[in-house]
């Protein structure tokens, strides 16, 4: 799988937008770019995916850069309960596994 | 989002025994699940992928006599971390791949904690 390259780590205001970056150059055609986010002491939580268009749910919108070489995590309103590793991640479509980088330490103050 | 569980949540032992850790897919049937093993500070790393009815494959490195996999149903896979030692420390982690899901997702459990003593 293509390899993803985050900063170790950010810092934000409680409820300003939070815009979490993530560089992948080698993305591949059939690679989905997927975040998932680990508060402490918990397992991944799903946070959203896309393959070419932005996505927008209830908890984040990922935009996509148009060559696919990075994309940006954003988080309209940060709270405290935001605090966690957010993990940048390609998965091939219907891929197997999912390998996880280092991440983003988001630290959000209030 | 579908659910997955992890029992138990921690467990504490003496180094020579062994621990069982279930995962369970409570609302989807998995084929595939997957275990993870995360030490303090660092991010998760793949240990294997557990496919059901058939052998577990383990990723380079990951003992495969030390860290039995079964996944006996579709929603039940259990690792069994045998002859445990003080490494062997660590938060495990298990995730479902929900075939029924548009996305073919990946959930993740709880995790649970092993300290051997």
């Known amino acids: 799988d293509a390899k993803t390259t985050q900063p170790n780590s950010m810092e934000s205001n409680e409820e300003e937008p939070v815009h979490l970056p993530c560089n992948h150059s080698t993305i591949s055609g059939t690679d989905y770019i997927h975040w998932y986010r680990q508060l402490p002491s918990q397992g991944p939580e799903y946070v959203i995916h896309?393959?070419?268009s932005n996505v927008n749910n209830r908890m984040a919108s990922l935009a996509i850069a148009e060559d696919r070489k990075s994309s940006t995590l954003i988080l309209h309103r940060a709270t405290l309960r935001d605090a966690a590793v957010y993990y940048c991640i390609l998965r091939r479509e219907y891929g197997n596994k999912l390998v996880f980088g280092a991440g983003t330490i988001l630290r959000v103050k209030s | 989002g579908a659910v997955v569980s992890q029992h138990p949540s921690w467990v504490i032992c003496k180094s020579g025994t062994s621990v069982k850790i279930e995962c369970r897919s409570l609302?989807?049937?998995?084929?595939?699940m997957f275990w993870y093993r995360q030490f303090p500070k660092q991010s998760l790393m793949l240990m294997a992928t557990s496919n059901e009815g058939s052998k577990a494959t383990y990723e380079q490195g990951v003992e495969k006599d030390k860290f039995l996999i079964n996944h006996a149903s579709l929603t039940l896979s259990t690792l069994t971390v045998t002859s445990a030692h003080p490494e062997d420390s660590s938060f495990y982690i298990c995730?479902?791949?929900?075939?029924?899901?548009?996305?073919?997702?990946?959930?993740f459990g709880p995790g649970t904690r092993l300290t051997v003593l």
């Open positions: 896309g393959l070419t």
């Open positions: 609302d989807f049937q998995a084929t595939t």
């Open positions: 995730s479902a791949r929900d075939l029924g899901g548009p996305y073919n997702e990946q959930f």
